[in-house]
């Protein structure tokens, strides 16, 4: 069971990094005119199976992953629309809010698209002997402290990759240093 937790978690941690916990400007996107790459087609699966995906994820809040998706999407993308065309910004700040209210509730299409992915990993059955542990003491447990844990996880990575930041700095100005250029 620690090895599915983790790998929930870590699929977690992967899509909420994506969609909420990155600045606009730290994430790699296409230009906005190109289309994004399709994701790949999934499995059928069942209905009971997606059923019980859908119950699992409930159960354990994954809607929270990706409640901001469509406020973070259109602040990006007038973010960018705004680096470009200056002279719009305000009609570009107005229309935002347009085009957020007309996408809300699409968010919801991911936490679909999860049920269905979880749904081809999972037999109904696995999906079943999941909800079955998440209601039992220790499954609750986990569902109480994971969050708080993947926030001092992602506290941790960050610090870490702040600490390998510096390093590279001054490992890199070494190295240029060894050539004849001070930075």
Same mark, same amino acid.
């Given at each position: 069971m620690k090895t599915l937790s983790g790998i929930l978690s870590a699929a977690g941690l992967a899509l909420a990094l994506t969609l909420t916990g990155m600045p606009a400007g730290a994430q790699t996107s296409p230009p906005l005119r190109e289309a994004p790459p399709a994701p790949p087609p999934l499995k059928d699966a069942s209905p009971a199976a997606i059923a019980a995906a859908n119950e699992l994820? *409930?159960?354990?809040? @994954?809607?929270? =992953?990706?409640?901001?998706?469509?406020?973070?999407?259109?602040?990006?993308? #007038?973010?960018?629309?705004?680096?470009?065309?200056?002279?719009?910004?305000?009609?570009?700040?107005?229309? *935002?809010?347009?085009? @957020?209210?007309? =996408?809300?509730?699409?968010?919801?299409?991911?936490?679909?698209?999860?049920? #269905?992915?979880?749904?081809?990993?999972?037999?109904?059955?696995?999906l079943r002997t999941l909800l079955t542990f998440y209601q039992s003491p220790l499954g609750q447990k986990v569902l109480n402290v994971e969050p708080r844990l993947m926030d001092q996880a992602m506290s941790n990575a960050g610090a870490w990759g702040d600490n390998l930041s510096q390093e590279v700095i001054g490992s890199m100005r070494d190295e240029m240093k060894k050539r004849g250029h001070d930075m």
């Open positions: 994820l *409930a159960m354990k809040n @994954a809607s929270a =992953m990706y409640a901001q998706a469509i406020p973070n999407i259109v602040a990006q993308t #007038k973010d960018a629309l705004t680096r470009e065309n200056l002279n719009y910004q305000k009609d570009l700040n107005e229309v *935002a809010v347009i085009v @957020a209210q007309k =996408m809300a509730g699409r968010e919801a299409e991911i936490g679909e698209g999860m049920a #269905k992915i979880y749904a081809t990993a999972f037999t109904e059955q696995e």
